[in-house]
């Protein structure tokens, strides 16, 4: 899952100051990151750790967990020292619990300064704190927690206000002489999101961290966050990204992995090219799609394979794959780089597929 591709074929990246997550470096140019954030109570440290393990081999590069109490800084040591990426820690309020986390080793914390208790006085121990670790921060503003005069003075949580309440956050980290932190601005509504971080991209160079917050189910969710990366990535805003899902964040992680892979800002994993089959398919090619899906979802290697109904146009569709089969007539030609290499049996097409997809995906691991 380590992202290998910094810059988007689409558009220059926007310049951003870098800072680091750990040992992942977030602007400046550095290849986007995917974020999640786990749904396991933090104290369970177990469950937690189990979870942080799936979401890095899903290709999560920076997690985060929530700190709403003490025993859940209780168990942040633990779970930094055993997690396989770096742990940001998501605290609200309480400045206690900022200074625990640096403490105990996360490699950035989540604060607003805005809504710590007395930041006047506690502030500039924070971000010393912070420096002295070597760690960094983020502003992190959401519609649905927008202050209330903000809210008043611009009519609701709009692009205005939203940045008024980032550009505030930020002023505060600044005017204490602390620079390292990178700032979202979330939105639920994909339009109001996309408007409201490139007004932000325009007033500084803080690395920004995109999300839709509150994007709904995994399919509605899904659709608002490719639509709304997919717009500021094209336009080169955006140095690291978190899809919020009502899912599991795996598939947070999946769905993110997948925008940057299709961007070209990610280096691409297995991806399947199929048609979507019309009354000359002669074999059930949305079944076959779907096996051959399921059968190669483990594959890392960069292999494309192709399914597609009938041989009028599969064989030129599939030119472009490493790999692909055009049906008709009861049985499958199954293409290599573009030539046919031999013809099975229907029931063989699957079986067939995936045998030759993992020969070649091992060759190109070997290289
Ligand atoms: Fe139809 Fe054949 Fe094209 Fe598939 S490949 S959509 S079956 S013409």
Redesign the pocket.
């Known amino acids: 899952g380590t992202p290998t591709v910094s810059e988007s074929p689409l558009h220059p990246r926007r310049v951003s100051r870098r800072i680091m997550v750990g040992p992942v470096p977030v602007g400046g140019g550095a290849p986007i990151s995917v974020q999640s954030m786990t749904n396991t109570p933090t104290t369970d440290i177990n469950a937690t750790l189990q979870q942080i393990a799936e979401l890095a081999a899903a290709g999560c590069d920076i997690v985060r967990v929530a700190v709403p109490s003490q025993d859940d800084a209780d168990a942040l040591p633990i779970i930094v020292r055993k997690s396989p990426i770096p742990v940001i820690a998501d605290i609200h309020f309480q400045s206690r619990y900022v200074f625990q986390a640096i403490d105990a080793g996360c490699a950035a914390v989540r604060v607003n300064p805005g809504n710590i208790r007395k930041f006047d006085e506690v502030g500039p121990s924070i971000c010393r704190a912070a420096e002295d670790a070597g760690i960094s921060l983020r502003i992190g503003v959401n519609a649905g927690s927008l202050d209330k005069d903000l809210y008043a003075r611009y009519g609701g949580p709009t692009p205005e206000a939203l940045v008024a309440s980032a550009l505030k956050e930020a002023h505060m980290f600044e005017d204490v002489g602390f620079h390292d932190f990178k700032i979202s601005v979330k939105h639920h509504d994909p339009v109001t999101m996309v408007e409201t971080y490139r007004l932000l991209a325009s007033k500084g160079d803080w690395p920004l961290h995109l999300g839709v917050t509150e994007a709904g189910p995994a399919w509605q969710g899904t659709i608002k966050s490719c639509l709304a990366f997919g717009a500021l990535l094209a336009e080169g805003i955006g140095d690291t990204i978190r899809v919020s899902l009502s899912a599991s964040p795996v598939e947070e992680v999946k769905v993110g992995c997948k925008i940057l892979e299709y961007l070209g800002l990610r280096q691409r994993h297995f991806d399947i090219i199929s ?8 074999v059930d ?1 949305i079944q076959l799609a779907n096996e051959v899906t399921e059968g190669l979802k483990d594959i890392t290697a960069p292999i494309r394979v192709a399914v ?7 064989p030129g ?1 599939a030119r472009e794959a490493d790999l692909g089969v ?1 049906s008709g007539n009861g049985k499958g030609q199954i293409i290599i780089k573009g030539k046919v290499v031999k013809t099975v049996p229907e029931d063989q097409i699957v079986p067939t597929l995936l045998e030759t997809a993992r020969q070649i995906a091992g060759e190109m691991e070997e290289l």
């Open positions: 048609c979507p089959s019309c009354g000359r398919a002669q090619v597609m109904g009938c041989i009028v146009n599969g569709e055009a």
